[in-house]
């Protein structure tokens, strides 16, 4: 005997809106044989297809319209030496028809009800029956249609809409039934609660500097005055939506320090975040402080006024630091072998941007370093700038005039 075929409804539901075509497959599996598939309907055998088979299934599909309740089973043939065997009907499925829209379903994609104005909220209305179009509407507690998708191939819509204020939203769903619009009626009613978002946070620089070098590290306060716990602050750098940094407050702290190193110039802002109707909700971002970054490359030049590095101990030894032109230079200082040096005042050439120091009775024989550096004073800050390249000079002993020779 053949055996018993499958049925399946298409679609989630087995009511329908009169009128609308429904979708029903027979199938039986692939290793079987199987020649025709018939659909019966209330027991009596209503049309067969034409079978579509593949390496899982032989199927065969059928469609019409929905009007009465009724119950469909399958059955599948084979032909035998000139014979037609039929199997047993399938389990049965039935329709049911109705000739109005059902009452919609009305529900939050959240796990919370309670929003911060100006959060994005997705609401859902789904129906539990079939039609080939619906048209939902989205209604507030005073039955204004306040969003709608018309002409929907789905039995559900999402709205997504802005918390505004504290309101109660209901569905509806139109149907055209024989060229006239039908609707159902009001769902049940969802209500959202919407509370203003915790207020900015104050933020400012921890230094007393007005301009920074790149590189340096920089502190910047975060402190807020609220009546609730702070759980902890974030700290953003221009307009990125990224937190640069995040500190978890376990005391319930209401500042907060943050360091960090400035390789540019920047815009900074903070944030907070709290408990709030059991939600963790961050706070209103706080205006932006700057942080203005100077990539400095200050670094003298040193020079000996000799050609060679290769001296004897009594030569006049001057060496010459000299600052970038557009250094404002307070003071210079010379380094031997990485130690500040004590000399005579260096003697100060070209508008303070050169000096010349003479070396001549520091010098001992054997292989000497020297460098300089200098100090320059930028935006009300006195800033030391790198060591210069090393100056590294062989010194050996004896004397310049062979009749003071001892």
């Excluded at 019409?64 to 000139?82: D, G, K, V, Y």
């Excluded at 939902?136 to 204004?144: D, N, V």
């Excluded at 559900?156 to 609707?183: H, L, W």
């Excluded at 400012?204 to 306060?221: Q, Y």
Aim: proline share 4%; with cysteine.
């Amino acid at each position: 005997r053949p055996v018993t075929p499958s049925i399946a409804l298409d679609g989630d539901f087995n009511t329908f809106i009169r009128g609308t075509r429904a979708k029903i497959s027979c199938y039986v599996s692939s290793k079987y044989s199987c020649t025709s598939l018939h659909l019966h309907r209330n027991g009596t055998k209503l049309r067969q297809s034409d079978v579509q088979s593949d390496a899982n299934y032989h199927v065969a599909n059928f469609e019409f319209p929905i009007n009465t309740f009724e119950i469909f089973t399958c059955t599948s043939e084979i032909a035998l030496e000139q014979r037609r065997m039929s199997s047993e009907h399938s389990d049965p499925i039935s329709t049911t028809v109705i000739d109005k829209p059902r009452k919609p379903s009305i529900s939050l994609n959240h796990s919370y009800r309670v929003f911060v104005r100006g959060e994005l909220v997705n609401i859902t209305c789904s129906v539990d029956f079939q039609s080939s179009s619906y048209s939902f509407y989205l209604l507030t507690s005073e039955q204004r249609r306040q969003n709608h998708f018309d002409e929907h191939k789905w039995s559900f819509a999402t709205f997504q809409i802005q918390a505004a204020v504290p309101d109660y939203y209901m569905c509806e769903c139109g149907i055209n039934i024989s060229g006239q619009r039908k609707y159902s009626e009001l769902s049940e009613k969802l209500y959202l609660s919407v509370i203003e978002r915790p207020k900015m946070p104050e933020i400012k620089l921890n230094e007393s500097a007005s301009i920074f070098l790149k590189g340096e590290s920089v502190s910047i306060v975060c402190r807020v005055d609220v009546p609730y716990t702070v759980r902890g602050f974030y700290l953003y750098k221009s307009n990125n939506e990224r937190s640069l940094q995040q500190i978890r407050e376990q005391n319930g702290s209401s500042s907060v320090s943050f360091q960090t190193v400035v390789n540019e110039t920047d815009e900074y802002r903070c944030a907070y975040w709290t408990i709030m109707a059991r939600r963790l909700i961050d706070s209103e971002t706080s205006v932006s402080v700057s942080v203005p970054v100077l990539d400095l490359r200050l670094e003298p030049e040193i020079s000996l006024n000799l050609n060679f590095t290769t001296i004897v101990k009594g030569e006049l030894l001057l060496l010459t630091c000299k600052a970038p032109v557009q250094d404002s230079v307070k003071m210079f200082y010379l380094y031997k072998q990485e130690n500040l040096l004590d000399v005579a005042p260096p003697i100060v050439m070209k508008g303070r941007q050169t000096v010349v120091f003479n070396i001549t009775e520091t010098v001992n024989p054997g292989v000497e370093q020297y460098k300089c550096m200098y100090t320059t004073d930028i935006a009300e800050r006195l800033i030391n700038s790198k060591l210069s390249n090393p100056m590294i000079l062989t010194i050996k002993g004896g004397c310049l005039l062979q009749a003071y020779c001892i």
